[in-house]
T-cell receptor, first 117, second 113 residues
Framework: AQKVTQAQTEISVVEKEDVTLDCVYETRDTTYYLFWYKQPPSGELVFLIRRNSFDEQNEISGRYSWNFQKSTSSFNFTITASQVVDSAVYFCALSEGFKAAGNKLTFGGGTRVLVKP | GEEVAQTPKHLVRGEGQKAKLYCAPIKGHSYVFWYQQVLKNEFKFLISFQNENVFDETGMPKERFSAKCLPNSPCSLEIQATKLEDSAVYFC???????????FGDGTRLSIL
């Protein structure tokens, strides 16, 4: 069975500090997909990134970067120079199964990030 | 449309009443998903559809929950004989095939009194 663990329940930082969110996953499939979503206080879920299990390249998008390491089953997310608008709950998620289909997401418990001015 | 549209935004029901939630997926997306978010953080998968066919219903509490996605109509999630524990935010999402990103609606907050 698939499982996603986000050990940090809440992180508080001061603006301009960097913050790294941990995500560890479990799956028996060799083909799987990892995602990060942001849920701001307004409640909607915003897609941030999708990674497949065959692509271990790290990715950077503006102040966001992701580190995927299959050896440790981790897909960590770093926000550089955090801003107040980054305050939100961040979810890591995993999907597995027939790759041509649309498979359910298994979410981690989320990490609440609070950025103080 | 370009967004997943969920209605209503809020729904209040007395315990034992029926609740029905609606979701219009993004045009062209063949997969629709329903998730339940309780206690603000925990997500539970309920059911998914490939077009109008049930694709995965492993998360569905079958006694009181049912869902449909009919052609040319919004998808729906119905809860019969609601219980206090059904209070949650219900999210609908849609996606293209190939484990493409799921795009979520704004959710329906269901409150059972």
């Amino acid at each position: 069975a698939q499982k996603v663990t986000q050990a940090q329940t809440e992180i508080s930082v001061v603006e301009k500090e960097d913050v790294t969110l941990d995500c560890v996953y479990e799956t028996r499939d060799t083909t799987y997909y990892l995602f990060w979503y942001k849920q701001p206080p307004s409640g909607e879920l915003v897609f941030l990134i999708r990674r497949n299990s065959f692509d271990e390249q790290n990715e950077i998008s503006g102040r966001y970067s992701w580190n995927f390491q299959k050896s440790t089953s981790s897909f960590n997310f770093t926000i550089t120079a955090s801003q107040v608008v980054d305050s939100a709950v961040y979810f890591c998620a995993l999907s597995e199964g027939f790759k041509a289909a649309g498979n359910k997401l298994t979410f981690g418990g989320g990490t609440r990030v609070l950025v103080k001015p | 449309g370009e967004e997943v549209a969920q209605t209503p935004k809020h729904l209040v029901r007395g315990e034992g009443q029926k609740a029905k939630l609606y979701c219009a997926p993004i045009k062209g997306h063949s997969y629709v998903f329903w998730y339940q978010q309780v206690l603000k953080n925990e997500f539970k998968f309920l059911i998914s559809f490939q077009n109008e066919n049930v694709f995965d219903e492993t998360g569905m509490p079958k006694e009181r929950f049912s869902a449909k996605c009919l052609p040319n109509s919004p998808c729906s999630l119905e809860i019969q004989a609601t219980k206090l524990e059904d209070s949650a935010v219900y999210f609908c999402a849609s996606s293209l095939p190939g484990n493409q990103p799921q795009h979520f609606g704004d959710g329906t907050r269901l409150s059972i009194l």
